[in-house]
């Protein structure tokens, strides 16, 4: 069967069981459908770029599927008929990543603050004294034109 990325946006409004409850509501669908998700994440409430149907933010979810095309044409339809979810993007692919997507390694640098790409002094290498005030030279009196 072939590999699927399905990723939707549920509105802001709801709460996270709520949002994971649509996950394993869809991730049912496509399973009486004859596929099987492989993987699902919950990437939690994002901003996005903007508004879509008065909402600025929304509870993204990811699901990895290997399922016939008549059960993701079902499972797309449903949720596109389904008052909360607002947008659905569904991707063929020839095989599914290892691991954790890149939302999900994203999110868990967040977690730990993990600083550990900044090198000591920061990115300007060393640190630099600023001058003060007194150092400056003397401005010659008045305005040029």
């Not at 509105?11 to 699902?40: I, M, P, W, Y």
């Not at 919950?42 to 903007?50: C, D, I, L, R, S």
Request: proline share 4%; charged share 35%.
């Amino acid at each position: 069967m072939p590999l699927y990325e399905h990723v939707f946006i549920s509105r802001q409004d709801l709460s996270n069981a709520q949002a994971e409850g649509l996950v394993e509501h869809f991730s049912t669908v496509l399973s009486d459908n004859g596929g099987k998700v492989v993987e699902s994440e919950y990437w939690g409430v994002k901003t996005m770029a903007y508004k879509i149907n008065k909402n600025r933010k929304g509870h993204y979810a990811l699901l990895k599927s290997d399922a016939p095309a008549a059960a993701v044409q079902e499972m797309e339809r449903l949720m596109r008929l389904h008052d909360d979810v607002m947008r659905v993007l569904t991707i063929k692919v020839d095989t599914h990543a290892e691991g954790p997507s890149v939302q999900m390694q994203k999110r868990d640098e967040r977690e730990r603050g993990d600083r550990g790409d900044r090198p000591e002094g920061g990115f300007g290498g060393e640190r630099r004294e600023r001058p003060s005030f007194g150092d400056r030279p003397e401005r010659s009196g008045g305005f040029r034109r």
